[in-house]
């Protein structure tokens, strides 16, 4: 009998003494392994497992849209409602992160599943060999129907898509022109608001309703110089939002590559082209030039793609910015100015986001109205974080927490319990691989991330990343911020800045979320940054990352110093 067998089984592992020879010990033994048993057959029974329905894909992503302005992360600058729905009906990730910050090196990274040292897009500036797998290229293969609006910004029109309406590299904000396949189109109105109309007209009047769909809804916001749509602008220009708490930063217990860096907001960021000062006032008030030249050109290369009727509505407020700088300028001490940039700085970047939410909604809307909802993965996130006046600073680039980690929110009802977060350290690198596992599509060996479904279905237990791998490449390019790699675990952030300076740092992720004391040079620390040298060590071999590859890209990039 096999219930007697079991016994058996049990009770030669407890060293030949003898608990159950007879009556009630043996019984109780009974119970338990039966219970045992039904746990076991209840667990396999909840676990979640894909439909066999193919589902649409609805890949959703801003440019420079920081998780701190969001408010299902953060409800500190700006409500964002519509994007806060899929953190409410889907899962929310808290340590989403990029593998390099920086717009096209990501997108490369996110299409090709591979470090952007191995896809060769290891900054804006590489080409991108046009000869490698992307994911849309396999969801058309399988019978998708695929499209892509809005800005790519990778050098090449992007494969594997049947229909696509792209911006020019960086594109602009007012009236802006897209290449399609045939030929260039320059459509009247604000980029976010007609990238969405192209996407809702794509997905009612134009796709094949007989084919699952995979869509990449991608939006120019809120991409440096922060053009708002003129009612946003007029709306956000009385706002005044909360400091930082390292706005001031001094840039004390850190490296050289803080230090270096240009993307301060006192002296980086441009009077005319960020902070929107009339260049013409500028001028005349001769002496408050910032460090970084400033041709007027770059303004007018945003303001002057507004026609009559859109500049007498952007003019207006733009007047009153100039005569309030040109007014209290001079009579601010440096901490001042630091504040009033920050604050014209957020005005403009939380108006982009605005109208980035407000259009996401419309989406979202015909999502659920036509009946798509429950079977469409909607995914919403950003090429990489942004730097909102933490440590004094715009841009991104860095392997510190603002640019390195990137909001990450997806919905797919039914199978992601709503309101869910997770804090695992998932990256852009496991895009790729986790829509082809949704779509059935069998993954090319060499794609080197994750697939993320796991942890969407609820089965953490089969997610065992420790630590993830970065790599930032551009430098000397616009920021000066170093080139650097390094390995993060939800406990330390251990970098290598190297190129013309070889400087290491370590930070406790837990203890010093802020990111402001670098422990690297402190004794009591010896024993985990060798520990973690070693699994950076195993990272890059991992990976497929080296010196020799570190040197060629220098050579290709500008050669040694
Ligand atoms: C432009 C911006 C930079 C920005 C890079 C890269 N200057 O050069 O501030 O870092 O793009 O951004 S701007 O005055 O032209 O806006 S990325 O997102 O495309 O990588
Ligand atoms: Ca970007």
Redesign the pocket.
């Known amino acids: 009998m096999l219930e007697s067998e079991t016994n058996i089984d049990i009770g030669a592992t407890i060293g030949g003494r003898s608990i159950y020879p007879e009556g009630k010990e043996m019984k109780v033994i009974f119970l338990y392994f039966k219970i045992f048993v039904f746990l076991l057959a209840l667990t396999a029974c909840s676990r979640k497992e894909i439909p066999k329905e193919l589902p649409n894909i609805l890949f959703i992503m801003a440019?420079?849209h920081a998780y701190q302005a969001i408010s299902a992360y953060s409800n500190k600058l700006i409500q964002t409602p519509n994007i806060d729905r899929l953190a409410n009906e889907g899962m929310l990730f808290r340590n989403a992160c990029v593998s390099n910050s920086?717009?096209?090196p990501s997108r490369a990274t996110i299409l090709t599943g591979k470090h952007t040292h191995i896809n060769g897009k290891i900054d804006?500036r590489m080409p991108f060999d046009t000869t490698q797998i992307t994911f849309p290229q396999l969801f058309q293969k399988a019978g998708y129907n695929t499209a892509m609006f809005g800005k790519l910004?990778f050098g090449n029109n992007p494969k594997g898509v049947d229909d696509f309406m792209i911006l020019p590299g960086?594109g602009n904000y007012i009236n802006p022109t897209f290449i399609s396949s045939d030929r260039d189109t320059t459509i009247e109105g604000y980029a976010t608001d007609v990238i969405t109309d192209l996407t809702l007209n794509w997905l009612d009047k134009k796709r094949d309703k007989t084919k699952p769909f995979m869509m990449m809804y991608l939006h120019k916001a809120p991409?440096?110089?922060w053009w708002p749509r003129p009612d946003k602008f007029k709306k956000f220009r009385k706002k005044v939002f909360p400091e930082p708490e390292t706005l001031y930063d001094n840039y004390e217990n850190r490296g050289s590559a803080a230090k270096k860096a240009e993307m301060n907001l006192l002296r980086h960021m441009m009077y005319s082209?960020d902070s929107k000062v009339w260049p013409k006032v500028i001028e005349e008030m001769g002496n408050v030039l910032p460090v970084v030249p400033e041709p007027p050109s770059?303004f007018y290369e945003g303001y002057e793609r507004a026609n009559e009727e859109q500049r007498k509505l952007y003019d207006p407020i733009l007047n009153e910015i100039s005569k309030e700088f040109k007014e209290k300028w001079p009579n601010m001490n440096d901490k001042e100015k630091i504040s009033w940039k920050y604050q014209r700085y957020m005005q403009d970047y939380l108006a982009c986001i605005e109208s980035v939410d407000d259009n996401v909604g419309r989406v979202l809307d015909y999502i659920e109205e036509s009946g798509l909802s429950n079977n469409t993965i909607v995914v919403y996130t950003s090429?990489?974080g942004f730097y909102l006046g933490e440590h004094g600073w715009f841009?991104?680039?860095f392997i510190y927490n603002e640019s390195f980690k990137t909001p990450l929110l997806i919905r797919w009802p039914n199978l992601i319990d709503a309101g869910t977060t997770n804090d695992e350290m998932v990256q852009n690198l496991d895009f790729a691989q986790t829509f082809l596992e949704a779509a059935g599509i069998m993954a090319p060996t060499d794609m080197q991330g994750e697939s993320i479904i796991p942890l969407l279905l609820g089965n953490d237990s089969e997610w065992n990343r420790e630590a993830v791998y970065y790599h930032y490449y551009e430098y000397p390019a616009?920021?000066m911020v170093k080139r650097h790699y390094g390995i993060v675990t939800k406990e330390y952030k251990l970098a290598h800045f190297y190129y013309d300076v070889d400087e290491w740092e370590l930070y406790e992720r837990l203890n010093d979320p802020l990111e402001i004391n670098n422990v690297y040079g402190n004794p009591d620390y010896a024993g985990i940054i060798e520990e973690l040298k070693n699994k950076l060590s195993e990272l890059r071999i991992m990976y497929k990352d080296s010196e020799v590859l570190d040197n060629k890209y220098i050579e290709m990039t500008g050669g040694k110093l």
Request: proline share 5%; glycine share 0%; hydrophobic share 15%.
């Open positions: 440019d420079d920086i717009c096209a804006n910004h960086q991409h440096r110089p082209h770059q090429d990489q841009d991104k680039r616009v920021h």
